[in-house]
């Protein structure tokens, strides 16, 4: 009882320590419950991680696994029926087109696209309750040091009907592997160490599996998803800025696989940045003295060496994708990546 005891009173105390980074008149527990829900979730998660027992860690990769079987088993289940369909669809316009034929195809033409509207609200649907209910336990773990025991009962009682990712270790070795120390300033200098790798499949990088190794690695991601200390991934991608979404890239592929309990998904992301381009096609053509009547038309394609960003907390050794605009040639060539 009292190691409990003690376990506690350190945790209030580190709670303590935490709040008193911004002086505040009174130290009653009314005050300090103040202070928690001022802050923001990613000052929560911080702490948490940084203060959590093991064991409430270990719950906690846990929850975040689980929610990534359900949405795995909810788009492997849109990507079979979805393909099905579309199987269909081709068959049925290769047939003679009579007017049986081209109903049947219409029928079924109107079929994929309320497959992928019905698919398209549940999977927005899931993702929402994933946020919320990793939000809870992010406050429960930052207030309580401990996670809801209706989120642990839930989770138990779906992981036996859960379908889990089958692995295949087919991951090979990097082409490139180097490490570099980079000095930034003239005066005040800043030391940043960097690790630079080629891999000849994205999949190999990013991809999520269930593995214990995964967990632990799970760990030292979130531990550094709000530090400096970032993963990124250089990917080559054409003018159009919402090419992931349009072309179901594999890089969207893998990020539709689990909700993304961070940061805006990365349809999301991408729309945002495409609102951003147009806005900055805009000031680029007013600048160029070019008419008003021009402008108005702007669109929101980006330009060769342009370079946009997605922050990500669902895929595996990344948590930043730099994406460089390139011409056609060099993004489908075979000595990079394809997406």
């Known amino acids: ?35 928690a829900d001022s802050l923001s979730f990613p000052e929560k998660f911080e702490f948490a991680i940084r203060n959590s027992s093991a064991d409430s860690l270990t719950l906690l990769i846990q929850l975040e696994m689980h929610m990534r079987n359900e949405m795995l088993t909810k788009t492997r289940a849109r990507n079979w029926e979805v393909d099905e369909l579309a199987r269909k669809c081709e068959q049925a316009m290769l047939e003679e087109h009579g007017a049986q034929e081209q109903r049947r195809f219409n029928e079924l033409n109107d079929r994929l696209k309320q497959v992928h509207s019905a698919y398209s609200v549940q999977i927005k649907e899931l993702a929402e309750k994933h946020r919320v209910a990793f939000r809870l336990a992010v ?27 089958k692995t295949v270790d087919v991951s090979q070795a990097p082409d490139v592997d180097e490490s570099y ?9 800043s030391m940043h160490n960097i690790r630079l790798q080629s891999t000849p499949s994205l999949v190999d990088l990013c991809k999520l599996n269930n593995s214990e190794e995964e967990q632990s690695s799970r760990l030292q991601m979130a531990m550094s998803m709000y530090s400096r200390s970032l993963s990124a991934v250089i990917l ?18 893998l990020c539709e696989q689990s909700t993304e309990l961070h940061f805006d998904s990365l349809e999301q ?52 994708a730099f994406h460089l605009v390139v011409d056609d040639i060099l993004r489908t060539s075979d000595i990079q990546s394809r997406f």
């Not at 773990?141 to 379908?163: C, F, K, Q, V, Y």
Request: proline residues 2%; contains cysteine.
């Open 139 to 165: 406050d429960s773990l930052h207030s309580h040091n401990s996670i809801p025991a209706s989120l642990i009962d839930e989770m138990h009682n779906e992981t036996g009907r859960a379908i889990r990712a």
């Open 269 to 320: 992301q991408l729309e945002d940045n495409a609102e951003s381009t147009r806005k900055a096609n805009l000031w680029r053509m007013g600048n160029e003295g070019q008419a008003e009547e021009e402008t108005k038309n702007a669109s929101d394609s980006l330009e060769i060496g342009d370079v946009y960003c997605t922050k990500h907390s669902n895929l595996h050794n990344i948590q930043v």
């Open 181 to 189: 120390t980079v000095y930034i300033g003239s005066q005040l200098k």
């Open 236 to 253: 080559l991608v054409a003018k159009d800025p919402l090419f992931h979404a349009r072309h179901n890239t594999e890089f969207f592929k």
């Open 1 to 35: 009882m009292s190691s409990e005891v003690d376990a506690n009173l350190d945790y209030w105390m580190s709670l303590g320590a935490e709040l008193s980074r911004t002086p505040r008149a009174g130290t009653s527990a009314a005050s300090l419950r103040s202070l």
